[in-house]
T-cell receptor
């Protein structure tokens, strides 16, 4: 199994450009998440999804959009890139557990985005 | 608001010395606790987790953490560190079954020879 795959690994954007960060998981996990990681700040949740067709905002959603048309894919869209969006982005997935079952998150390798 | 605090941003230690990385979380009725490790230019990997039962949990590479409900802490320890333990360590909390994680700020462990 490939696990959680993110593309691209690196990208440089100019201010105002748009792009989509791709995330695919082949583990049939219900829950998927997008985090951004900034130095000294840990990881902040941008958006998450509990299943196909369902998405919700996390802690820092401004400037981003997501969709979840399939269980496998959870792309993150930046419409008008700003320097404040320079960060490392991680996608994660979690299987749906039973009652009282909490399972670990599986992370992709990250996308390093620079906005200049 | 729910939060996780890692009290040390950087911890330099010498090889074979013991180490403790501290983590405190905001109180809740039920909580699930995790430590993740991130090696340079890689994603996060689960190191260990507390879901229920024994308050002392251990990883396969010698780390352990103890859940202390009264102090709302989940400190990570290792009695003797190796150069290969150099990485950033993140404490994380989940308050429900859906797996949404709240992360601490991270602690950079630097092991020197």
């Amino acid at each position: 199994n490939a696990g959680v795959t993110q593309t691209p690994k690196f990208r440089i954007l100019k201010i105002g450009q748009s792009m989509t960060l791709q995330c695919t998981q082949d583990m049939n996990h219900n829950y998927m998440y997008w985090y951004r990681q900034d130095p000294g700040m840990g990881l902040k949740l941008i958006y998450y999804s509990v299943g196909a067709g369902i998405t919700d905002k996390g802690e820092v959603p401004n400037g981003y959009n997501v969709s979840r048309s399939t269980t496998e894919d959870f792309p993150l869209r930046l419409e008008l890139a700003a320097p404040s969006q320079t960060s490392v982005y991680f996608c994660a997935s979690v299987p749906k557990g039973g009652v009282r079952r909490v399972t670990e998150a599986f992370f992709g390798q990250g996308t390093r985005l620079t906005v200049v | 608001a729910q939060s996780v605090t890692q009290l040390d941003s950087q911890v330099p230690v010498f090889e074979e010395a013991p180490v403790e990385l501290r983590c405190n979380y905001s109180s809740s009725v039920s909580v699930y606790l995790f430590w993740y490790v991130q090696y340079p230019n890689q994603g996060l990997q689960l190191l260990l987790k507390y879901l229920s039962g024994s308050t002392l949990v251990k990883s396969i590479n010698g780390f352990e953490a103890e859940f202390n409900k009264s102090q709302t802490s989940f400190h990570l320890r290792k009695p003797s560190v190796h150069i290969s333990d150099t990485a950033e360590y993140f404490c994380a909390v989940s308050y429900n079954q859906g797996g949404k994680l709240i992360f601490g700020q991270g602690t950079e462990l630097s092991v020197k020879p």
